[in-house]
């Protein structure tokens, strides 16, 4: 049911949206998304992010332009999103590519709230996964396709620690395909935030298993709904192939030591310094 769900949404959301007039200014496409565009043809947004801070030059340019060439064998145009010299750069060539992965460290990680300032001082930003949905929306783009998005974080009732990305997919209308949240999160609170801000969550496969990340399975429910053009955005979570799927519970270990230790840094920080 969700298999046959999810083709029958990536049918209406593969037709290209309008753009509006404040933001084209702003835009600037490459070669091959400009022409796709222009033909009515399906087009994938990516993130930057996992280019600027994921991981060192030059896996981290290897790495996007793999993630390119699955999109392209899937029998579509990529369109990794960047800023960059006062643009939102839709699709990058080959030259902006390496600048971007070679520039990492002072690449900023740029979120809604950083979008205004990146652009209006002409520096390097890279486009979190609220950041590019706001651009794919803008060029057109109805599918995006991401590792995790973000979500609410453990202990967010007194910290409000709470990612821009859930709000994002209540007001933009983009298709999320992604492997869940971050396995980190507090994921039950994710899914009751994402159902507050009327977004539908659909797994994709036979399950109805919200996938956690690392792997296929979390133990929760996806919440799932029809397309009915309320203006919000759509998550269609992939599981972990099983074959590649971590254990459980050594990643619950894991974090839970991780948390720990991060807790407890600043004061051993401060102990050294004394």
Known sequence: MYSRLLLRQFKHTLRRSPC???YHQYLTYSPKVKEALANNEPVVALESTIIS??????????????????VENGGCVPATVA???????????????ERLGKHGSSVVKASRRDLAMVLSQGLMGATTVSTTMMAAHRAGIRIFVTGGIGGVHRGAETTYDISADLTELG????????????????LPKTLEFLETQGVPVVTFGDSDDFPAFFTPKSGL?????????????????VPIPEESAADSKGINKAIKVAIQESMYAPAMITACSD
């Open 171 to 186: 007001r933009t209308p983009i298709t999320v395909v992604c492997a869940g949240a971050k396995s980190i999160l507090d």
């Open 221 to 237: 429910k996806a919440k799932t709904n029809l397309d009915l053009d309320t203006k919000n955005g759509i998550v269609v979570a």
């Open 20 to 22: 509006s007039r404040a």
């Open 83 to 97: 800023l960059m010299d006062g643009k939102i750069h839709v699709g990058l060539t080959d030259e902006v590519l």
């Open 53 to 70: 801070h994921g991981m060192p030059y030059p896996m981290n340019v290897e790495t996007a332009r793999a993630v390119e060439k699955i």
